[in-house]
């Protein structure tokens, strides 16, 4: 069983705090043991090791001299190293300036090593992000497996006439309503081949059973059934789950999810009566959609009505082990679509092309972890990969105060042979919090009145 299956659907307030600190603490450990294990690798040392900021609960000194805490306020974490003034890294005019009295000493600091120990350090912590979110949706992909050839029933989904259909686990599939289907490696084929297909809710299968071909009743392919809500969406909202089949909509029955598609982006934003078959019983719901934002298959960005929702065949494909290169390759693949998608989204914000409530503050992350979390134990970690990337990447803009500012600071130091003065440093620092706070609070009113 999933524990985290248990959780009521989408968490009460208590569930979604707990899953945020969760995600979070996870993702800043790993970003901070980046810094930290580069740092001593290059011969720095680090005096403090701290998971949240303010006062310390719970702490404890290695046998390297480096005290390790979890502070109170679980919103970050951060290392710092000797010679640092601060958790942003300032130079500590005093102790730097006792540690040029002792060459040994100095070069263990932060701002006496070389640059190379400098930058590596710095950018250890986004590249441990991008290097545990490649290993989680690596190991996930190999987990989940991927989908064999010749396609192949793997198990039936749970729909309101399971009942009447012959359609069976292990079938291969080889046509469906006299469509043969496509090669895997068409993906042409496979967008031809759907709407060529009757919308009813009874169709003909032809399979490969037993070594024999035979002609089969099976469901429509793609059924209205779900397979994941979004957060922070109209669907989340009205308390639709996971596994639940939309039967109709404004009393017109529904057969394909692409009949619901149209029927919600007919609407016009207006509020939908639709029925709900759940475990055998229906219910009724009423949903409003919502304008979303989403990536184009040309690229860019689409103005779309939607109520957030993803939906699956109606039958789980058979899978095959996929190993660890073919799963590696698909995970860093997966990591580049994070940040491209990233970039994309922050660019058309910055543009105007897209809303800018597409930014979210601490709200809407947590909102999104205990609904996450509400959704399984697999997609509550999928959703920590994710988050880890993004955070990676913001820490690499060149932003003074993140990681990103501190790699440009070393970037003029390696151009001008010095680096910025003291008296710059604490401009572009000051700046750089101002900054940072900022969109910390635009992002926070976006939680609040988007």
Not at 144 to 159: D, F, H, I, K, Y
Not at 321 to 330: D, M, N, Q, R, Y
Not at 348 to 376: D, V, Y
């Amino acid at each position: 069983m999933d524990i985290l299956s248990l959780i009521p659907q989408f968490g009460g307030l208590l569930y979604t705090v707990a899953a945020f600190i969760v995600a979070l603490s996870i993702i800043v450990f790993v970003h901070e043991f980046g810094h930290y294990i580069v740092g001593r690798w290059s011969g720095i040392h680090a005096e403090v090791f701290s998971i949240g900021f303010g006062p310390v609960l719970i702490s404890r000194r290695d046998r390297r001299g480096t005290r390790w805490q979890v502070a109170a306020l679980p919103f970050g974490g951060y290392v710092k190293f000797l010679g640092d003034a601060d958790a942003a890294s300032g130079r500590d005019a005093e102790a730097m300036a006792a540690a040029e009295q002792d060459p040994a000493r100095l070069r263990r600091t932060m701002h006496g090593a070389p640059l190379w120990a400098r930058a590596a350090t710095v950018a250890a912590g986004p590249m441990f992000n991008f290097a545990m979110s490649i290993m989680v949706f690596a190991a996930i992909f190999m987990l989940r497996g991927v989908v064999a050839e010749p396609l192949t029933v793997g198990a039936m989904n749970p729909l309101p006439e399971a009942g009447a259909y012959e359609l069976r686990a292990g079938d291969e599939i080889l046509a469906i309503a006299g469509e043969p289907l496509p090669d895997a490696e068409d993906p042409a084929g496979w967008s031809d081949f759907l709407p060529a297909i009757p919308v009813n809710d009874v169709l003909d299968y032809d399979v490969r059973r037993d070594g024999s071909r035979i002609t089969v009743s099976g469901p429509y392919p793609m059924p209205p059934l779900i397979a994941q809500v979004a957060p922070r969406s109209a669907a989340m909202d009205s308390g639709l789950r996971p596994g639940d089949v939309i039967v109709a909509a404004e009393g017109q029955p529904i057969t394909a999810f692409e009949q619901l598609r149209d029927m919600v982006e007919d609407s016009d934003g207006a509020p939908l009566l639709i029925e709900v078959w759940r475990r055998g019983e229906v219910q009724d719901f009423t949903l409003t959609p919502r304008r979303t934002d989403e990536p184009a298959a040309g690229g860019g960005f689409s103005n779309q009505w939607r109520i957030g929702i993803a939906g699956e065949m109606a039958f789980a494909p058979a899978t095959r082990t996929a190993g660890p290169l073919e799963a590696l390759g698909s995970a860093f693949a997966q990591t580049g679509a994070v940040i491209t998608g990233s970039l994309s989204g922050l660019w058309h914000m910055l543009t105007g092309a897209i809303s800018s409530c597409n930014m979210s503050g601490p709200i809407g992350i947590a909102e999104a972890s205990g609904a996450m979390a509400s959704q399984g134990t697999q997609s509550f970690i999928w959703f920590i990969a994710v988050l880890s990337t993004a955070i990676g990447l913001l820490n690499l803009f060149p932003i003074p105060a993140l990681d990103g500012g501190h790699l440009l600071f070393y970037a003029y130091e390696a151009v001008a042979g010095r680096p910025l003065s003291d008296r710059m440093l604490r401009l572009f620092m000051a700046f750089g919090i101002s900054l940072i706070l900022g969109l910390m609070i635009f992002a926070l009113s976006n939680d609040l009145f988007c």
